[in-house]
Antibody
Framework: EVQLVESGGGLVQPGGSLRVSCAAS????????MNWVRQAPGKGLEWVAN????????HYVDSVKGRFTISRDNDKNSLYLQMSSLRAEDTAVYYC????????????WGQGTMVTVSS | QSALTQPASVSGSPGQSITISCTGT?????????VSWYQQHPGKAPKLLIY???NRPSGISNRFSGSKSGNTASLTISGLQAEDEADYYC??????????FGGGTKLTVL
């Protein structure tokens, strides 16, 4: 079964750091671009970042540039999002998402992990 | 990287058809055939309905269809059913190599 499972969310103080992870199974992880998408409580979806299969190309939404780093370990079938200088507005459910084949969309989603930035 | 513009809400009666619009710019919706649509029920992860403007993934009902004209993409749901009541989001690739979602549309089935 194709599956994505996020972990690592929690409560962190403003200015703090946190790393969330996404474990992939059931498909050839190393062949896919991978993405992080977030959703603040009661709000819409926001694309956060993506990374090329070999890890050499990355893109970020402007609001997280310089603070978040996306990475992957193809040997461990895992995707990561290192978040630093966290702000209250980063509070959200963070989903990892995979595109369908070579297409630009998200057909496989994890269940999400909640990150709360609060003092 | 401004969000794509969607109506906040739409409604329709069972059996009717509704259309949700998604307006961007020539740097995103108008410039690429990489528009996708998602359905999200409360507390659930989004579900892909349409990709590449008008393609349905396997298992998605043909009641869902997508189109694009200029900088505006559209999702049409025909034969509305109660279970279609959900939030709907569009998403587009951009000239910066990033992706951007619309603000979301709440569909109410009357």
């Amino acid at each position: 079964e194709v599956q994505l499972v996020e972990s690592g969310g929690g409560l962190v103080q403003p200015g703090g750091s946190l790393r969330v992870s996404c474990a992939a199974s059931g498909f050839t992880f190393s062949s896919y671009w991978m993405n992080w998408v977030r959703q603040a409580p009661g709000k819409g979806l926001e694309w956060v970042a993506n990374i090329k299969p070999d890890g050499r190309e990355k893109h970020y939404v402007d609001s997280v540039k310089g603070r978040f780093t996306i990475s992957r370990d193809n040997d461990k079938n895992s995707l990561y999002l290192q978040m630093s200088s966290l702000r209250a507005e980063d509070t959200a459910v963070y989903y990892c998402a995979r595109p369908p084949g070579g297409n630009v969309a998200f057909d496989i989603w994890g269940q999400g992990t909640m990150v709360t930035v609060s003092s | 990287q401004s969000a794509l513009t969607q109506p906040a809400s739409v409604s329709g009666s069972p059996g009717q058809s509704i259309t949700i619009s998604c307006t961007g710019t020539s740097s995103d919706v108008g410039g690429y055939n990489y528009v996708s649509w998602y359905q999200q029920h409360p507390g659930k992860a989004p579900k892909l309905l349409i990709y590449d403007v008008n393609n349905r993934p396997s298992g998605i009902s043909n009641r869902f269809s997508g189109s694009k004209s200029g900088n505006t993409a559209s999702l049409t749901i025909s034969g509305l059913q109660a279970e279609d009541e959900a939030d709907y989001y569009c998403c587009s690739y951009t000239s910066s190599g990033t992706l951007v979602f619309g603000g979301g549309t709440k569909l109410t089935v009357l």
